[in-house]
């Protein structure tokens, strides 16, 4: 490893001596990691889809060497990888404008206590188009066509994006997405399947940048 970089590929072999310093809790994660990853109501090749896109969320490099080598494996190609990108795009970019719905109320400055995730906050989404209406043009149409059925079905794509609002923390967009995968007949099972695809890929971040944690310790 080169004194400049902070990330190497070779670095995500030294996981594994995590499991020697705390031995129960690195056999417990791995063990979930693994169930979260199987195959289940959704397959094995789509959660790992799934898991590109959350690692491209999370920023994880480590995440995505393994995510996008895995997904390889299952004879994924780069057009859907890219495909799961770019839902992983839309969702992160997506979160940041819904939060906006509470940058507007905290300028208008409301005195009296009040709920700063209603669902009604929802209906002020109409303001971006008026105040900046280009770019708000712009990126719902960047949005439409990431969401839109390609090589990876409208139905993954939601179960994705679900996973993805977990991930950014967006509950206007749980909420959004959830009930677009209800009407397209996502069973609630699938959709904890996709949530704990998320669950993994964001404790597993944690986990890999770990490895940065040992070097720096030791440097």
Do not use: W
Request: charged share 25%.
């Amino acid at each position: 490893m080169t004194n400049n970089s902070l990330f190497q590929k070779s670095n995500a072999s030294r996981l594994m001596e995590l499991g020697k310093l705390a031995p129960d809790t690195f056999k417990a994660f791995i063990a979930f990691d693994r169930l979260a990853l199987a195959e289940g109501l959704i397959p094995k090749r789509t959660k790992e889809l799934i898991a590109v896109a959350i690692a491209h969320v999370t920023g994880c490099p480590y995440c995505i060497e393994a995510h996008v080598t895995a997904a390889k494996k299952l004879e994924a190609s780069k057009e859907e990888i890219q495909e799961a990108i770019m839902v992983a795009t839309a969702l992160k970019a997506g979160s940041a404008l819904a939060h906006g719905l509470n940058g507007l109320n905290a300028y208008d400055g409301a005195e009296e206590d009040y709920d700063l995730y209603s669902r009604s906050n929802m209906l002020r989404f109409k303001e971006f188009g008026a105040l900046n209406p280009e770019t708000f043009k712009s990126f719902n149409k960047f949005d439409m066509e990431a969401m839109k059925p390609g090589l990876i079905s409208r139905k993954d794509k939601e179960l994705m994006a679900i996973a993805v609002a977990h991930v950014t923390g967006c509950a206007y967009c749980i909420e959004l997405h959830t009930k677009k995968a209800k009407e397209l007949d996502i069973s609630m099972e699938e959709i904890t399947e996709a949530i704990f695809v998320a669950t993994a890929l964001k404790a597993g971040s944690a986990l890999a940048l770990s490895v940065n944690a040992l070097n720096a310790f030791e440097g």
